[in-house]
């Protein structure tokens, strides 16, 4: 049955306090108002060895005012839910916009007058992501008793000393309404289950760890039940694989070609091509905090990022996307397009004031603020390496290879502030000798150049291969915000890949 906006969400004074709100904000001279109301609930488990070690349930409600006056933002939000509340939170909008704009005067800023890429007006729009079952209608004991459930099998395991366990959900609700007359509800669900494994070794006091590969979705409690991910299968996989690695030796340093599956090249994908193609971050706007990009923008339509078989789409519409969404926070509808096209770089990720500075008719909806508290920034889309159509599967990547390493799942990463020079590590890494698994190996990093890596690609996998990653926690903006976003991306193969082995690296 396909969902409805929660009444209680559209029972609350939604138009009423927009009304008052972008009413008091054109009396005032405002060029451009919006009105956005939030309602996100979080909810959180933790799970130590089947027992419950913490959980969390918390509402962020309120709303939030942001305005273009004498070319300058303002922006104020409030949680008085009356109409001369929010018209007070519009004039406070208005007066941080004429204080800002003294400083701005003082500095000398060099950006100029705020103005927004047009965008169609979009009148009672409704949006609702896709998911079949509100994990918020499912008891809490179920939830909890699942991971138990889960966490007791993992321990029943011979070699399995300690399981950890967690479940995040979320379901956001969102309306928004702005002085061009568009109007939108929607609504939103997402979770990231996780289950890891420890191996002690009480004779050396070594251990390690074998963590799912299940990524976060915008799905509902059925992905824990078997839509979307096959739990019986990972989980009955899990202890061999963590006895295997602990016994694995550790990687000789040197160069090999890689077979990177989708469970660690989405952090590849995030780390290296998503930040770096996020035009503000190009242009220097993040550059006291998040960083800068190698990619800038007069590099457009003539970097070569990659190789030819390199074609990388931003996407606010992708299905179960972490980042999906009817329209953005700034009143722009969901879009695909493309950030790579063929190894060049032919695409930014925009929001609107971005996409006019800079010479875009429209922005591409990147716009994206984590609470009724903060204002809206440019955020990541669902940036996404595409399959090759007639590409290879896996295990035939693998076949390919005469001596290499098959890398599956994410652990630690370090990437510069230019998104430029990193290294990455991962869950489970195999050696591959004439085209076979022969085994595991341990203390494996891969370390490269952004454009020399995606330059070594040599294939890419075929649709059969392909996976939509993804993170709850991207990072970004001064007060830091945080945003979930997925990657899809195949299997892919790399040539001649530089590999560390980390215990050597560390000293050790």
Known sequence: MPHTIDEAFTALPLRALADAALARARALGAEHADFRFERVRSASWRLRDARLAGSSDTTDLGYAVRVVHGGTWGFASGV???MDAAAKVASQAVAMAKLSAQVIKAAGSQWGRVELADEPVHSDKTWISSYEI???TVPDEDKSGLLAEWSARLLAADGV????ASLLTVHE???YADTAGTVTTQQRVRLHPQLTAVAVDESSGEFDSMRTIAPPVGRGWEYL??????WESELAQIPGLLAEKMRAPSVEAGSYDLVVDPSNLWLTIHESIGHATELDRALGYEAAYAGTSFATFDQLGKLRYGSDLMNVTGDRTAEHGLATVGYDDEGVAGQSWDLVRNGTLVGYQLDRRIAKLTGFERSNGCAFADSPGRVPVQRMANVSLQPDPAGMSTEDLIGSVDRGIYVVGDRSWSIDMQRYNFQFTGQRFFRIENGRITGQLRDVAYQATTTDFWGSMAAVGGPQTYVLGG??????AQPGQVAAVSHGCPSALFRGVNILNTTQEAGR
């Open 80 to 82: 008085d839910l009356t």
């Open 134 to 136: 509100d994990p918020f």
């Open 161 to 164: 000393n300690h399981v950890d």
């Open 173 to 175: 609700n969102k309306f």
């Open 225 to 230: 039940t078997g839509t979307g991910w096959d």
């Open 471 to 476: 993170a709850f926690n991207c990072g970004k």
